[in-house]
Every structure is written in structure tokens, then in C-alpha cells.
């Protein structure tokens, strides 16, 4: 995540932290996150430098223009006019880090190598809010390459129960055998 992208939304969200609009504005700002990533050529459009700001300002307000609020279609400009668009997607995660953490709630990942059944979810986040002793935002993602099992990555640790970690370990384990 870049400076700027930290600097744009932890301005935005004092803002609407002090509005007491820090809730809508995050609903917002996630879709319309959702629909510039779904959009890359929009996103091209506003970046576009042969175009005129003007006319990139415009497309904004054609957009969004009393379907969001007034304070984060002017961020939207504002970024746009900077030339930082394409930060948008770092704003929200930013965003979200900021409101998770007034509110007590712990950010987490779990990675594995297929998608977990909803019941498997539920069980994880709430011993992992039992682990903890917090609130807890689980986040998912898959990713092939874990093989099986499961790592979870909060609060700047991970614990590790994949098959690939522990492949790793008796690979480790053997090469330093002396035979």
C-alpha cells in the first residue's frame, strides 16, 4: 500500500469519522470500488491524461452525482484531479483498517486451497474471536498453492496448517539429515 493511498483515505475517514458518516461512506466507497475494478476501462478513461480534467470531472459527477455522498464524490474527484485513481482499491483497505480498528474489530485472513463451507467459516471466526478475545472481520481467499489446510494471518502473526508449510518442514528436516 502506498503513502498516498494511507495519507487520501485516513483523511476521508476522520472526515466521516467526525460526520458520524463513517459507515455509509464505507458501504459506498466498497462499491464503488467494486464497480471500478469490474470497469478497468473507466478507470483508463479517468486516468487518461490526453483527456481534460474538465471532462474527467464530469464522467465522475455523470456517475455518481446524488448516488453518493457529496463528501466522497469529492474525494472521488480529488483523486481523480491528483492523478491517483487507480489508488482507490488501497483507500478502501486503508479505510476499512482505520474503522475496524476504532471499533475494536480484528482484521484476518484465511487462505486455503478451496473455498470453506459456510458453516466452516463461521466456526473459524468464532474461535479465532475466542483465540483473540476480539471481534473479527475473517476475510478469504483462495489460493491452489496451499494445497490443503488452512493459514490464518491477523494481527501481523500467521499460524501455518497447510500442507505446503509442513511439506516445507520435512523437506527442511531431510536436507539436514546426515546420513
Known amino acids: 500500500m502506498?503513502?498516498?493511498?494511507?495519507?487520501?483515505?485516513?483523511?476521508?475517514?476522520?472526515?466521516?469519522?467526525?460526520?458520524?458518516?463513517?459507515?455509509?461512506?464505507f458501504g459506498q466507497l466498497?462499491?464503488?470500488k467494486e464497480l471500478l475494478e469490474s470497469n478497468p476501462d473507466y478507470v483508463r478513461l479517468l486516468s487518461?491524461?490526453?483527456?481534460?480534467?474538465?471532462?474527467?470531472?464530469?464522467?465522475?459527477?455523470?456517475?455518481f452525482s446524488g448516488r453518493v455522498h457529496p463528501y466522497l464524490l469529492s474525494f472521488l474527484k480529488l483523486l481523480c484531479e491528483r492523478g491517483h485513481i487507480r489508488e482507490?482499491?488501497?483507500?478502501?483497505?486503508?479505510?476499512?483498517?482505520?474503522?475496524?480498528?476504532d471499533r475494536g474489530i480484528l482484521d484476518a485472513v484465511a487462505i486455503t486451497a478451496v473455498p470453506?463451507?459456510?458453516?466452516?467459516?463461521?466456526?473459524?471466526?468464532v474461535r479465532l474471536q475466542a483465540l483473540t478475545g476480539k471481534q473479527v472481520d475473517l476475510q478469504y481467499r483462495i489460493?491452489?498453492?496451499v494445497l490443503g489446510g488452512i493459514r490464518?494471518?491477523?494481527?501481523?502473526?500467521?499460524?501455518?496448517?497447510?500442507?505446503?508449510?509442513?511439506?516445507?518442514?520435512?523437506?527442511?528436516?531431510?536436507?539436514?539429515?546426515?546420513?
Request: hydrophobic fraction near 35%; charged fraction near 40%; glycine fraction near 6%.
Open 30 to 32: 466498497r462499491e464503488i
Open 143 to 145: 489460493d491452489p498453492g
Open 152 to 179: 490464518l494471518e491477523y494481527d501481523g502473526k500467521a499460524l501455518d496448517g497447510t500442507v505446503r508449510s509442513r511439506l516445507a518442514g520435512i523437506e527442511k528436516t531431510l536436507s539436514e539429515t546426515v546420513l
Open 2 to 25: 502506498t503513502q498516498i493511498a494511507k495519507n487520501y483515505a485516513d483523511a476521508l475517514y476522520e472526515l466521516a469519522r467526525d460526520e458520524g458518516l463513517d459507515e455509509q461512506l
Open 88 to 101: 482507490l482499491k488501497d483507500c478502501t483497505v486503508q479505510y476499512r483498517r482505520r474503522r475496524n480498528a
Open 48 to 63: 487518461a491524461p490526453n483527456l481534460p480534467k474538465s471532462e474527467r470531472l464530469s464522467a465522475l459527477d455523470e456517475a
Open 116 to 125: 470453506l463451507r459456510d458453516e466452516l467459516r463461521e466456526k473459524l471466526r
